[in-house]
């Protein structure tokens, strides 16, 4: 009956136990040790243990260090930016883990345990069933340990509206005490922020924001409503667009019929539109911009009368 128990408990964590769980269900220190010897279970830390037949994953290794460190652990750093679906762990990575009091835990084989002096923001959320630290936390954290990491994080967060821009720099300013490690790379990437100022709606539009951004192009819009229809990004006041052509944009012939009645709308209302695919994008970045350059000066825009950043605002 016991192990009927112990088998539902599992289930619901990754095939894990710990032996303070096993005592309330009335499981003895004599029969954990049985257990084990029998092939039962399989130790993970002490006091925290996996059923026979749940393999060992990253998800697995993160919550027997939190039951490991008495429950009171969270996901912090790389580890908290794979539960966000930002990062992808290396072989054998180290699980991150913060103690939200410094004097508290102990060391862990294969976990790095995390005792931060900032402590603002530490109350954490549940993702997949694990206590992890929150969407800019984990970002701030993440710019101590990896600060190289820090703008393809991000960007993967944003694209996910997992955070913004408004929510990274209130974080910046609230966790800004002399000292603090992983504010640097935040501030520096808020500082030449490579992204328009509305969310993404792809992985194409952020590469095509960070390309314009790279070759000091004026400010531009995104997802512009014009009439009926709505434009990918341009410049409302050169009436320049930019469509991105991306993978299953126009896979059927009503799609084809719909971005030509699109394009007719807009060359009548005096807009230029000049398209894209992520190969020219990514393969050649100068021919993308020199094409949108032509099309912005031959609606009078230049580099001097129109300096980088003043469209958009």
């Known amino acids: 009956m016991h192990l009927a128990h112990l088998q539902d408990l599992a289930n619901t964590q990754n095939g894990l136990v710990s032996l303070d769980q096993a005592r309330a269900l009335g499981i003895s220190s004599r029969k954990w040790s049985r257990l084990h010897a029998s092939g039962h279970l399989q130790h993970r830390h002490n006091g925290v243990s996996s059923l026979f037949g749940f393999p060992s994953t990253y998800d697995q290794r993160t919550l027997a260090a939190t039951l490991a460190l008495g429950g009171v652990g969270i996901a912090s750093h790389r580890t908290a930016a794979y539960f966000w679906s930002a990062w992808t762990p290396g072989v054998d990575e180290p699980i991150d883990i913060i103690i939200p009091d410094r004097g508290g835990g102990r060391s862990l084989t294969g976990v790095n345990v995390h005792r931060p002096r900032d402590r603002h923001d530490i109350a954490p959320i549940r993702l997949s069933g694990v206590r992890v630290t929150t969407a800019t936390r ?90 009926p229809f709505r434009i990918d990004l341009g410049w409302p006041e050169f009436k320049v667009a930019g469509e991105l052509d991306g993978w299953g944009k126009y896979e059927r012939l009503a799609q084809f019929r719909d971005q030509a009645r699109r394009d007719s709308y807009l060359q009548i209302a005096g807009w230029i539109v000049v398209h894209f695919t992520w190969h020219e994008v990514t393969r050649s970045p100068r021919r993308v911009i020199h094409e949108m350059q032509r099309a912005l000066r031959s609606r009078g825009w230049s580099p001097i009368h129109h300096p980088h950043g003043v469209l958009g605002r």
């Open 138 to 227: 984990t970002l701030l954290d993440l710019g101590a340990i990896a600060p190289h990491a820090i703008p393809s994080v991000t960007e993967r967060m944003l694209i996910a509206g997992s955070t913004t821009r408004e929510h990274l720099r209130r974080a910046v300013a609230l966790h800004s005490e002399r000292g603090r490690a992983g504010i640097g790379p935040m501030r520096k990437l808020l500082e030449s922020w490579p992204y328009a100022d509305r969310p993404a709606d792809s992985v194409f539009e952020l590469r095509m924001d960070r390309l314009l951004m790279k070759h000091q192009m004026p400010r531009h819009q995104t997802q512009i409503e014009v009439g």
